[in-house]
């Protein structure tokens, strides 16, 4: 699995794009970039993967470079309820969590 | 689509008893499902994989005498804590591997197990 990289924690005003980073710059050619989120207490939530098209998706946009040595997830319009801890991964198959970006979306 | 859903979602028990955690794949065949745990202020670390019809597969570190793991059918799978202490007490969760169109595998993870042992 990719080792990833992402800022600790970002703040962002309601109802402004969100818009975290990540770097996987030892990413392989076969391993997809995978976002998940996780609400205190609850489960990881699905958001949104690609390999290196970039993606849409009712939740948020999934912006791969180029080289795709990094990605960012947009959420469009922020909302109080997208406060969570956001998760990177690059996976063939198994998931590896790092620390994560704590988003803290303010009103 | 895509739901797994865990049960108990919270459970509290005394030391040296098992508990039993139940994993399932409400609207898909998995092809594999994975337990975590995950303790407070940390992140997910992975316990094992385990298919349908064959033995589980553990991380580096996790007993699996201590953590036995039954994948009885594409839609359930069990994780059971044998003769739990109070160092057991975690927050466990199960995710199930769904095949998309394309090549690789998405895991949709369940809300969750809260374990404590008194």
């Known amino acids: 699995d990719a080792k990833t990289t992402q800022p600790t924690s970002m703040d962002c005003a309601e109802g402004r794009a969100a818009n975290l980073p990540c770097n996987h710059s030892?990413?392989?050619?076969?391993?997809?970039v995978y976002w998940y989120r996780q609400i205190h207490s609850q489960g990881p939530q699905y958001i949104i993967h690609?390999?290196?098209n970039n993606e849409t998706n009712e939740m948020a946009s999934l912006i791969i470079t180029e080289d795709r040595k990094s990605s960012t997830l947009i959420l469009p319009h922020a909302t109080l309820r997208d406060t969570a801890v956001y998760y990177c991964?690059?996976?063939?198959?198994?998931?590896?969590f790092g620390s994560g970006t704590q988003l803290t979306v303010l009103p | 689509g895509a739901v797994v859903s865990q049960h108990p979602s919270w459970v509290i028990c005394k030391s040296g008893t098992s508990v039993k955690i139940e994993c399932r794949s409400l609207?898909?065949?998995?092809?594999?499902m994975f337990w975590y745990r995950q303790f407070p202020k940390q992140s997910l670390m992975l316990m094992a994989t385990?298919?349908?019809?064959?033995?589980?597969?553990?991380e580096q570190g996790v007993e699996k005498d201590k953590f036995l793991i039954n994948h009885a059918s594409l839609t359930l799978s069990t994780l059971t804590v044998t003769s739990a202490h109070p160092e057991d007490s975690s927050f466990y969760i199960c995710?199930?591997?769904?095949?998309?169109?394309?090549?690789?595998?998405?895991?949709?993870f369940g809300p969750g197990t809260r374990l404590t042992v008194l």
């Open positions: 995710s199930a591997s769904r095949r998309l169109a394309e090549t690789t595998d998405t895991q949709y």
């Open positions: 030892t990413i392989s050619g076969n391993e997809y």
């Open positions: 690609g390999l290196k």
């Open positions: 991964l690059g996976s063939a198959r198994q998931l590896t």
């Open positions: 609207d898909f065949q998995a092809t594999t």
């Open positions: 385990s298919n349908e019809g064959s033995k589980a597969t553990y």
